[in-house]
């Protein structure tokens, strides 16, 4: 077995901000899990409506605009929904925050999205902050990196779409995880979950769509080369990274379930 994503195990991913060029024909990956995450999404879209969907009025040109775009790429027409967002979320297993930064602003802010997979955090929290603010708990955001990833949304250019990719050891396959208290993260059987996230400005409104594609495997799907950079990766973490990414008990519990496999 194997996980279609191992960035921890690349360099080029590895490393923050790790973006690369990004084949436009490529902008959305189907997998093998599609039944089952489309299954979930319309059901959480549903059910779920106030916690996956979000917009400020400022963005409905963008999310139009981001509709027609998912239209043009996947070539067939949008399921019915009264927001363009829902009908983008029912079609795709990727969801979509829009950024957009107004004249005068300094960074790009968060206007809308939909978010059905969230990975422990909350989009009425973060909606309509800017950039660096929502990453205000991250502890690795220096600000370096932050003025780094805000030239970077300057940058994104019409046609020439980026991605990036993050990875964390959950315990849990749950997809839909919109609180960032680690005691609503579950006990269950370890898990990777990977990020794949893509960067596309729309021509029109001018609006950065990151897209977020998530993989879910359990740790006994990485192959023995996977598990023991994982293990290399996860070794090194310092105390605050930890307390980030779930606490001691989690970071113990992964170290050793990837033992065997870690290089001597
Ligand atoms: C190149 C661009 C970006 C970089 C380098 C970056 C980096 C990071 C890092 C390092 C984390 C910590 C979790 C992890 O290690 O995976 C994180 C979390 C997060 N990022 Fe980003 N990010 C980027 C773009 C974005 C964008 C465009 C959004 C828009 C919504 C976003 C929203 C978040 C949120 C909500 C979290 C969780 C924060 C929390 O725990 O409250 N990121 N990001």
Known sequence: MTVAHAPWAEPRLARKPGVQPLDPAAWLEPGTDTAAQMARRRALIET????????????????????????????????????????????????????????GEGEYRLTAAILCFPSRWSLAEKLGRPLTRIHAPVPDYTDDLAARVNRLF??????????????????????????????HAGEGMLHIRVER????????????????????????????????????????????????????????????????????
């Open 48 to 103: 779920a409506r106030g916690t996956v969907l979000a917009a400020l009025p400022e963005s409905a040109p963008a999310q139009a605009e981001l509709l027609d775009a998912v239209v043009a790429h996947v070539g067939t027409e949008a399921p019915p929904d009264p927001s363009p967002l829902g009908r983008a979320g029912r079609m795709v297993q990727e969801d979509f925050c829009i950024l957009e930064k107004r004249a």
């Open 154 to 183: 300057d940058g994104v250019r019409t046609g020439r779409p980026l991605w990036r990719a993050n990875w964390t050891v959950h315990p849990t396959d749950e997809l839909h995880q919109p609180s960032g208290d680690w005691r």
């Open 197 to 264: 996230q893509t960067f596309l400005r729309l021509p029109r409104t001018g609006a950065v769509v990151f897209g977020i594609r998530t993989h879910v495997d359990p740790l006994t799907a990485l192959t023995a080369a996977q598990a023991a950079s994982l293990h290399a990766a996860l070794a090194p973490l310092g105390a605050d990274e930890i307390a980030y990414r779930g606490g001691a008990a989690l970071h113990r519990d992964a170290l050793a379930a990837l033992a065997p496999f870690a290089a001597a």
